[in-house]
């Protein structure tokens, strides 16, 4: 009996013992280091180069957006005027350049023909009377004042008839190839100022340029919107990836290319592949570490993107990321 008492006591001293080594054993063994991170993705902010009041926005929050959807519209009656006016200057543009090709009308050339001829008429007459004249002063009948005069009267009437007669071969020649080409270029000018404000208009009616989600309005229907101020932001969680921070003691598990497991609590803690893509240097601040020992040193922390390597179902922003190495 004492037998067996002696050897109940020895098994229970040693598996004492046996328990407290491996507590021991385990308390002190290398514990896994355990990272979180969360999921970020790609954001769009869908604005417009007009400035104006909101109109009608067609997308609420968590609606998916197509690209080339219409989301928004802006009412700007200024870009309206502003066109009305640039339709008005095209058009008198376009109206001076077909004169100017178009060259005198058929009227005006015969009424050019006919100052010439009445002209020509008067400057004949004239010499008709100054050879009178010039006769009578020959004769001794009148003053040499009387003949200058004539011959003066005479001089100028055939000025006035070769000044009539070039009018009228500028009328039937037509408009100077330079006027025609300035008529042209000022009607080409209003063209391109008719286009730069149809650009505009068009821009009032706000398409999405990448597919996505609907994340944020920023504006409702009857607000004024800035130029370039974001109304809708949408996310595309196609483009999405995770963010860790990571001392540079660990980061030699976490370089560029590199592939881990990672399990996301929102998704049933499954395990997913992820790739690490971009590797960086956070900022100065609250990023160092001391070591102990003579020969520690100051660690700083890492930024480190990973990508899912294959689609995960039911990712979203915010989502927390779990690792462990």
Excluded: C
Aim: hydrophobic share 45%; aromatic share 10%.
């Amino acid at each position: 009996m004492r037998f067996f008492r002696t050897f109940l006591v020895v098994i229970v001293l040693a598996a004492g013992v046996a328990w407290l080594s491996y507590t021991f054993w385990h308390t002190y063994q290398p514990k896994p280091m355990r990272l979180q991170g969360q999921v970020e993705a790609q954001q769009y902010n869908i604005s417009s180069k007009v400035a104006g009041r909101i109109d009608r926005v067609f997308v609420r929050k968590g609606d998916p957006v197509e690209k080339g959807q219409l989301v928004f519209t802006i009412l700007s009656p200024e870009i309206d005027a502003k066109l009305a006016q640039a339709h008005a200057g095209k058009d008198a543009a376009d109206a001076q350049a077909k004169e100017a090709k178009s060259g005198a009308r058929k009227q005006q050339i015969a009424a050019s023909r006919d100052q010439w001829q009445r002209a020509k008429a008067a400057a004949d007459l004239m010499e008709k009377t100054f050879q009178r004249i010039d006769n009578l002063y020959k004769d001794g009948v009148i003053a040499e004042q009387k003949r200058d005069e004539a011959a003066a009267q005479f001089q100028a009437a055939r000025f006035a008839a070769d000044g009539a007669f070039q009018m009228f071969k500028m009328a039937e020649e037509g408009t100077r190839d330079e006027t025609i080409a300035a008529a042209e270029g000022k009607a080409r000018m209003a063209a391109g100022a008719v286009a730069e404000v149809e650009v505009y208009a068009a821009d009032t009616r706000i398409e999405s340029w990448h597919d996505g989600e609907v994340a944020q309005i920023l504006l409702q229907s009857g607000e004024l919107a800035p130029q370039g101020f974001p109304v809708v932001t949408i996310m595309d969680m196609h483009d999405a990836w995770v963010v860790f921070h990571v001392r540079e003691d660990r980061l030699a598990d976490f370089q560029k290319g590199a592939e881990f497991n990672a399990a996301i609590p929102a998704l049933a803690a499954a395990n997913h592949r992820f790739r690490v893509d971009h590797v960086a240097v956070m900022g100065d601040f609250a990023t160092w570490r001391a070591t102990n020992g003579d020969k520690g040193f100051d660690m700083r922390s890492f930024e480190v993107e990973a990508r899912p390597i294959s689609p995960i179902a039911g990712l979203r922003v915010g989502m927390s990321v779990l690792v462990e190495k």
